[in-house]
């Protein structure tokens, strides 16, 4: 029995580390949904981003695609912004980021919001960190 509860109480002290692991293992979707968020033109509160100043612009972005609605930014042209997003481990967090040059600027026009989940996707993701984190504590078991 002692055995057991010593398992048992192993496992909980790696509790941080399976959630790590969870999101290490998802990361890729977990950075699919915040370009899918911007695709729709929206931010990590589930806010439409600032209006394009342009008319023009924003009737080209149209053309060419957008998946927002008309005057609403997606933030996505060539790629390049969102290609570069990463997770970056910082202590006990996970930080969204761009390696893109043009993350700065865009942060700083549109909100460091633009980077992260919506409640949305965050719900969206839920299911699979569970189940990731629910393997990992279970293997701690074994």
Do not use: C
């Not at 933030?75 to 969102?82: A, P, S, W």
């Amino acid at each position: 029995m002692e055995a057991v509860v010593n398992k048992w109480l192993a496992a909980f002290r790696k509790v941080d580390t399976y959630i790590n692991r969870a999101i290490v293992e998802n990361r890729e979707e977990i950075l699919d949904l915040n370009v899918a968020q911007l695709r729709q033109g929206k931010d990590s509160l589930g806010q439409f981003l600032q209006d394009y100043a342009s008319k023009d612009y924003a009737e080209y972005k149209k053309f060419m695609g957008s998946q927002a609605p008309l005057w609403t930014p997606d933030l996505i042209l060539e790629g390049g912004f969102t290609e570069g997003f990463v997770l970056k481990k910082e202590g006990m967090e996970f930080r969204f980021d761009s390696t893109d040059e043009k993350k700065d600027e865009l942060a700083h026009k549109y909100g460091d919001e633009i980077f992260g989940l919506s409640l949305e996707s965050q719900r969206e993701i839920t299911p699979d960190l569970a189940l990731s984190f629910l393997k990992h504590f279970r293997n701690g078991l074994l």
